[in-house]
């Protein structure tokens, strides 16, 4: 899907070379669309061998039935040894106890750092908990900046990640009702509203950011929560004369480095397929150590197996890389979200949640308890079925 | 009897692939439509007929009991009361315009004029974003030069839906300009001369020969008009995705996110045919209406 799609072909004609006789067709889909497809796919019988599946909608396609259960393959594939990647990616690919997808690549969140405006501003050290990011912020503040952190309004995972470092799910007696009224979400909630509330964040959507790169470059502002694809972004459209002026660095979490959302795309595998042994045989080459480190050269994409990162690139390791090393590290702290096929739903209830009372329409205690009383909606159906699921 | 009981097969044989292509097409879907807005057919559902549950008029009640659907209601009522005089007012302003003596260049006129409807819709609001955009929108560059402050169009919860309302009557007027047309041109010329012999002006011309002239047209205008820009999506969808603060979410908005985002399938046909019950109430009663101000007038 999207860009790795277009590469895909290139690493598939590898495959085809080491298997002749195997005849691999890959389509495209945008990002945007992928999802409707697969659905409806399912829907009309006539799912793919082979798909690269979001790691939040693995819940909905196992709920589905649509996945073939990975554990027998892996059991006679002793190459892909579990310890080989990064444990909190590896635990979502089993929703309800059962493993349905393969890592890929994988992502999280941290932050792009303007280091040169913080060393303006006095602050040498890169903040590393909550109490030195609350401080950095407001001396950058006094220090003229205005707007020091973005934090887009129209984006959920800067909130996710924070309630991520919170003790304590999200949702309750597993996965029947919302938990957001608990200490931990509150917690996470009421420092995500600080920002906007002590003014060092603006309360925009990316829409209205316009170019990003190019405000991150100007210096509007200093932190900005984002993912891996944005290194080579910022590396492509940051001027020449910035490309020492940046880095990334650990999400600070409430006492020392945080935990963050452990994202990515997996490779699964259809139960309808005619072709396991075949797909099975693509998944395994997909997830070679050399071939995830040419897949990272491609998309700049990062590989899911702690292998690939060890490996020599340009004289070093991709674990040893300026921009992306950070994000090793905080592969190693990285927590899912709920595996409920209803997140994807909840996430964004909980975003336009907390865009209301960014803009101070409700306030804490009122945005926690409607965003509960919004979910156990949700999550109606659900508890039905493992009601139902119980009795029998 | 017999030689017509014939001919009635007859027709009826000519009518029946049209007929079998409207059941077909139009007749079973809207059938399994209301079977399904009975229904909690979802995700779950799909993947298994046994977790389908019967709702009755759940779905209805649920649908009706939901805020957003009631705001989705208002922003789509915003739309239709002020887009469709804004859109039909300028439609008749262009025709009258075009009808003008005093204007040249008709043909180039009417065909720039005409150009936004045959635009690709999703083409011309990428560009419209980019008129509006807070910082780097023409719009704003030239509000600036007259010393206005910039305006956040579609980032601000109050400007998104007009501007949006602006893009639709620009996006559309020149179908029903073409309409218009055709009905000026149907009005008598001699009942403006005589007019112009009583010594009418231009404006009471308008009023009491052009206006009741085009007065069925009219009608025909507004309600097309009406019923089409209670399906308001592709605007917002392109636009704002529903935003900010969900104030361009439509209701036929609200019925995609519910069926082709969140899956529930059940709740969406419940959507749609509200929807479908209230253009049908909103175009009888422009009907009605127009029966009692013709009624008076004459």
Known sequence: MGRESEVAAELIAGFEREHPGVRVKVEQLPWTAAHEKLLTAFAGDATPDLAQVGNTWLPEMQALGALEPLEPWLARTPALAAGDYFEGIWATNAPGGQRVGLPWYVDTRLMFVRQDLLARAGITEMPRDWTQWRAALASLRQHGMDKPILLPTNESAPLLALAMQQPGELLRDGGRYGNFSGPGFRAALSFYLERFQRGEAPGVSEVQIGNLWQEFGRGSFAFYLSGPWDIGEFKRRLPAELANAWITAELPGPNGPGQSIAGGASLAMFKRSRHKPEVWALISYLSRPDVQLEFYRLTGDLPARRSAWALPLNGATLAEDRHAAAFHRQLERVRAAPAVPEWERIEKEMQLAATRAVHGVTDLDATVRGLDALVDGILEKRRWMLDRKAAA | ?298
Do not use: C
Request: aromatic share 14%; charged share 10%.
């Open chain 2, 1 to 298: 009897m017999k030689h017509s009981g014939r001919e009635s097969l007859a027709a009826w044989a000519f009518a029946a692939p049209a007929l079998v292509v409207i059941a077909l097409f139009f007749g079973v879907p809207v059938f399994a439509g209301l079977a399904l807005s009975l229904t909690d057919f979802d995700i779950y559902a799909l993947a298994d007929l046994r977790n389908l549950r019967w709702q009755g008029l759940d779905n209805y009640i649920h649908v009706l009991s939901l805020p957003l659907f009631w705001k989705a209601l208002g922003n789509t009522i915003y739309f239709v009361v002020l887009g469709v005089p804004l859109s039909i007012g300028v439609s008749l302003a262009a025709a009258v315009l075009l009808q003008s003596k005093l204007v040249r260049f008709k043909p180039l006129l009417r065909t720039a004029l005409f150009a936004p409807v045959v635009t690709t819709l999703v083409a011309v609001a990428v560009i419209w974003r980019y008129l509006f955009h807070v910082k780097y929108g023409l719009v704003n560059y030239t509000l600036q030069s007259f010393g206005i402050d910039p305006v956040d169009w579609l980032g601000d919860p109050h400007w998104s839906m007009p501007t949006i309302i602006l893009f639709a009557a620009w996006k559309n007027f020149g179908g029903n300009m073409i309409i218009f047309i055709a009905a000026l041109q149907a009005v008598p010329h001699d009942l403006y001369e005589a007019a112009k012999l009583d010594g009418a002006r231009s404006w009471s011309q308008f009023r009491y020969i052009t206006l009741p002239g085009i007065g069925p047209t009219l009608l025909m205008v507004a309600i097309l008009t009406t019923a089409g820009y209670f399906q308001l999506f592709a605007e917002p969808y392109v636009m704002t995705q529903g935003g900010p603060l969900q104030s361009t979410v439509s209701v036929l908005y609200l019925m995609y996110e519910e069926g082709f985002k969140w899956w529930n399938l059940g709740l969406a046909s419940a959507v749609a045919f509200v929807l479908f019950l209230i253009i049908v109430a909103v175009s009888k009663g422009l009907i009605v209406m127009q029966k009692r101000l013709t009624g008076v007038e004459a």
